[in-house]
């Protein structure tokens, strides 16, 4: 039996790839900054570790992760979040036969940057939106021409984002700004399995409920026939491996245009066929494809009916997001697993208790510990 470990436990994905490992025959280990998750309570994972986290102090981290891998004769380490890019670089410090779920560095670093993609993206002639870093003169000329997004050039679930019009003064005038023409259109969002370069598989999906800018309800999508072109195009000279993820903002004239990346696995995890992915994450180079579960509404159970009680004295609205809520599977959710389901809310309070007692998003509690700002962090 192989050993695999995660190396984060907080986030629902997570916990679609620990039973996703537990289907295909694994012995399933978690390690995480956070002494209570959502994984932690699950039938599924053999053992559960807490270590330093990345940006408190970058050695230990590593000390810690890698006493784990020697100790529990680890095979297989799969990072699930930010933490991938921090993860990346003990690549050369595994014991000989331990296989790392992700690519190097350079490359997760490169596409991450949210510059650094749209300028890959574009000189793979790849159709993306006019983006340039706060700092370049183009920026301020875009800005007073069209309606405009800002963003950190590093950044996750919308930290950091703003929507502006045209004319409005830039908030950032830094290199680590970004200023995106902002597009109308569909936003679609994928995630892929690659191995080396070769796409083993693909799914679409959009949100229909949000909290902020992320989509904690969501549908899949089977007829994105431009954004899976686009796929396909950027990974035909690439030797990636690894989970990426694309999102689309798919306009009138049916062009699919990536507005940024994700080097590393998002909620398409959940519609993946869970014994199918666990075989491909141990042996992608023999996978042929991955099975698609037979949901095709998926949801975080618990944010979603938040956000919908958010809105009770909006009654159209809440109504819409109620309906989607009794159409949509919950994530968590198992027959043969409950526990995480029942115990969702103290398993979360260390991502809880911030967001309620301080300014800070659900978004920014969940990354805060393990986001990765750049060589510099």
């Known amino acids: 039996m192989k050993t695999v470990l995660l190396t984060l436990g907080r986030l629902p994905k997570a916990l679609a790839v620990v039973r996703a490992c537990r289907a295909a025959g694994c012995r399933v280990l978690v390690a995480d900054p956070f002494r209570w998750h959502v994984c932690k309570p699950s039938r599924d994972v053999d053992r559960s570790f807490r270590v330093t986290a990345p940006n408190d102090s970058l050695s230990q981290y590593f000390a810690d992760l890698l006493d784990i891998i020697d100790r529990e004769s680890v095979d297989l380490v799969i990072p699930i979040s930010e933490e991938a890019l921090h993860v990346a670089k003990l690549r050369a410090q595994l014991p000989a036969g331990v296989k790392l779920w ?9 596409l991450h940057h949210k510059r650094d993609f ?15 870093t706060a700092d370049e003169s183009e920026a301020r000329a875009l800005a007073l021409r069209s309606d405009y997004v800002e963003k950190p050039v590093h950044s996750c679930s919308g930290i950091g984002l703003r929507f502006a019009k045209a004319g409005d003064a830039l908030a950032s005038d830094s290199a680590e700004g970004l200023v995106q023409t902002h597009l109308d259109g569909d936003l679609i969002s994928s995630l892929s399995v690659v191995s080396r370069g070769r796409e083993v598989a693909t799914v679409f999906y959009r949100g229909r409920v949000f909290a902020g800018t992320v989509a904690i309800c969501f549908e899949r999508v089977d007829d994105a026939v431009s954004a899976q072109q ?11 491996s690894g989970f990426l993820a694309f999102d689309f903002i798919v306009a009138g004239d049916g062009v699919a245009r990536a507005i940024e990346c994700n080097p590393r696995a998002t909620s398409g995890v959940h519609f993946f ?5 666990g075989e491909a994450l141990l042996d992608p180079e023999s996978a042929s494809s991955i099975k698609l579960s037979t949901g095709t509404r998926f949801q975080w159970a618990y944010s979603t009916l938040t956000e919908t009680y958010a809105v009770i004295f909006k009654p159209r609205e809440f109504i819409r997001r109620f309906k989607e809520m009794l159409a949509a599977r919950d994530v968590i959710w198992a027959g043969h697993d409950p526990l995480p389901f029942f115990l969702m809310t103290p398993m979360s309070w260390e991502i809880l208790w911030p967001a309620m007692t301080s300014s800070i998003s659900l978004g920014e509690a969940t990354q805060r510990d393990i986001a990765w700002f750049g060589e510099s962090n």
């Not at 890959?120 to 983006?131: F, N």
């Not at 686009?230 to 990636?240: E, N």
């Open 230 to 240: 686009w796929v396909s195009d950027f990974l035909a000279d690439s030797d990636y």
């Open 273 to 277: 066929d869970s014994a199918s992915l």
């Open 102 to 110: 992700a690519a190097p560095l350079a490359q997760l670093a490169e």
């Open 118 to 132: 749209i300028a890959l993206a574009a000189r793979k002639g790849l159709p993306v939106p006019e983006t340039y």
